[in-house]
């Protein structure tokens, strides 16, 4: 991540465990209330299912087990692709409550931590290493294995909180121009 050198963000970063920062979500979905079943895609991040595959991978009697998911919490997906190495960390940005199969890890950051500074770190490669030194493909190739414990020693670089704020809103903002000129240059390509 860039790191401005002014005397504003001057201090040292901490590096804080997953674990110290985030706690994990199993609060299951056992009275069936919640019917929205998101996934956690390398591309598109969390996702509703339905738009993902086109199709309801999850029948409505098997949800009761999923993880309840709330706006601002990550989800770790497993599943290793060629833009995710050791799966993708996103966070959900949709607004609304659903459920995320067992198979994911779902966390919730506690106040220490900006929800969007993190987000722009889970996706820079800064991560990748930890993940690659602690966990393993698992029996089948396309799964990425780590346990729970292992998974929240994860070390995390935390900044002042006026810092993560700004590394946060500087990357949200490029990331909104960076759209904007896709959109333009298909509005243009018509």
């Not at 998911?69 to 692709?81: E, L, Q, T």
């Not at 950051?109 to 698992?138: C, I, P, Q, R």
Request: glycine share 8%.
């Amino acid at each position: 991540m860039i790191r401005q050198t002014s005397r504003k963000y001057a201090s040292a970063w901490e590096q804080r465990k997953l674990g110290e920062i985030a706690d994990k979500v199993t609060e299951k979905n056992l009275d069936g209330n919640i019917t929205e079943v998101l996934t956690n895609s390398a591309e598109y991040g969390v996702i509703n299912q339905t738009e993902f595959f086109d199709h309801a991978v999850a029948k409505e009697s098997n949800i009761a087990g999923y993880y309840v998911i709330a706006p601002g919490d990550f989800v770790y997906n497993p599943r290793i692709s060629a833009t995710a190495p050791v799966g993708p960390i996103r966070r959900n940005t949709l607004g609304i409550h659903g459920v995320m199969s067992p198979l994911y890890t779902v966390f919730r950051l506690t106040d220490a931590v900006d929800g969007t500074y993190l987000s722009h770190f889970f996706k820079t490669n800064g991560w990748h290493g930890f993940m690659k030194l602690e966990g393993n493909s698992g029996a089948r190739s396309d799964r990425f294995s780590i346990g729970d414990a292992t998974f929240f020693e994860m070390p995390i670089p935390v900044p002042s909180s006026s810092e993560q704020h700004a590394i946060g809103s500087f990357f949200s903002r490029l990331d909104d121009l960076i759209t904007l000129h896709q959109r333009k240059r298909l509005w243009f390509a018509k």
